[in-house]
């Protein structure tokens, strides 16, 4: 199992320039999430999904949406891109039956919005 | 905002002694979770506790959660350089929530 995966692992966009993020998860989890990780400031949730067909804001959503295209993958797009956007970007899953289960991430996209 | 604040944010030790790390939280929570992230690594879960748990362990890790105080910690033991990553307390606020709010991390160097 690959677990989670994530393309691209690096980006460089110049400002207003759009760009999707994929995600995808191989362990059949229902509950998906995008993270944007800043120097100093821990992991902020930007969107989840709940399950399939599903999709909620997070913390900080402003400037995304997001696709949960299927069970496996969950996209986070930027339809125009800031420098404020800078960032590296996690997704995770989550099994999503009962309360008490990890999330498991990917190895994150590293975003230059030049 | 973030919900947990772990102190310290950055901790030194030399390799074999145990490190402590501690995170505090805001409000009431379902559980709460730590997880290591390794330099340019995604976040890759370490253990869970319960809210009605009061400590765990698991191999050489032991967490300890006083929802009284609002506050968690994790000790490692005989720390190894392998250990050097930042480590990041996670709350799940209510029941059925799907959402963890993390903690800004404490960064930890084990030193040769």
């Known amino acids: 199992n690959a677990g989670v995966t994530q393309t691209p692992k690096f980006q460089v966009l110049k400002t207003g320039q759009s760009m999707t993020l994929q995600c995808a998860q191989d362990?059949?989890?229902?509950?998906m999430y995008w993270y944007r990780q800043d120097p100093g400031m821990g992991l902020r949730l930007i969107y989840y999904s709940a399950s399939e067909g599903t999709t909620d804001k997070g913390e900080v959503p402003n400037g995304y949406n997001v696709s949960r295209l299927n069970k496996r993958e969950f996209s986070l797009r930027l339809e125009s891109a800031a420098p404020s956007q800078t960032s590296v970007y996690f997704c995770a899953s989550r099994a999503g039956q009962g309360d008490y289960n990890e999330q498991f991430f990917g190895p994150g996209t590293r975003l230059t919005v030049l | 905002s973030q919900q947990g604040e772990e102190d310290p944010q950055a901790l030194s030790i030399q390799e074999g002694e145990n490190a402590t790390m501690n995170c505090s939280y805001k409000t009431s929570i379902n559980n709460l979770q730590w997880y290591r992230q390794n330099s340019g690594r995604g976040l890759v879960h370490l253990i869970l506790?319960?809210?009605?748990?009061r400590e765990k362990h698991s191999g050489r890790l032991r967490v300890t959660l006083d929802t009284s105080k609002k506050s968690s910690s994790l000790l490692i033991t005989a720390s190894r350089a392998a250990d050097t990553a930042s480590y990041f307390c996670?709350?799940?606020?209510?029941?059925?929530?799907?959402?963890?709010?993390f903690g800004t991390g404490t960064r930890l160097t084990i030193i040769p």
């Open positions: 996670a709350t799940g606020p209510n029941f059925g929530n799907e959402k963890l709010t």
């Open positions: 362990m059949n989890h229902n509950s």
């Open positions: 506790i319960r809210s009605n748990e």
